[in-house]
């Protein structure tokens, strides 16, 4: 069974910093490209983020570019989400997903067939 554990969330202040960790088991870790999305009151799911296992190439929705980065450690089949310069707007429930190949450069989640239980981050300003 595939699963997806995301950690690392918390109460900052405007400007801080975060790493989100995703840490997956129970699958081929290569083939996937894990995505990162996430959901605040009210809005709907957004996807910021996505790694591509196969080959490395990365996607970051133009809200995050410049201060989000993704990465992964093969051996602790774990994807981190760094997260620089955080402000309020960033305040969400965050969330990794695992699609089977590629990533979705369209940032829709409709395609990931699993999905972590969310971490929440909380930017006060």
């Known amino acids: 069974e595939v699963q997806l554990v995301e950690s690392g969330g918390g109460l900052v202040q405007a400007g801080g910093s975060l790493r989100l960790s995703c840490a997956a088991s129970?699958?081929?870790?290569?083939?996937?490209?894990i995505g990162w999305f996430r959901q605040a009151p009210g809005k709907e799911r957004e996807g910021v983020s996505c790694?591509?296992?196969?080959?490395?190439?990365?996607y970051y929705a133009d809200s995050v570019k410049g201060r989000f980065t993704i990465s992964s450690d093969n051996a602790k089949k774990t994807v981190y989400l760094q997260i620089n310069s955080l402000k309020p707007d960033d305040t969400a429930v965050y969330y990794c997903?695992?699609?089977?190949?590629?990533?979705?450069?369209?940032?829709?989640?409709?395609?990931?067939?699993?999905w972590g239980q969310g971490t929440q981050v909380t930017v006060s300003s």
């Open positions: 790694i591509s296992r196969r080959d490395g190439s990365t």
């Open positions: 129970g699958y081929s870790f290569d083939n996937y490209a």
């Open positions: 997903a695992a699609l089977f190949g590629p990533c979705d450069y369209s940032g829709s989640s409709h395609r990931y067939d699993y």
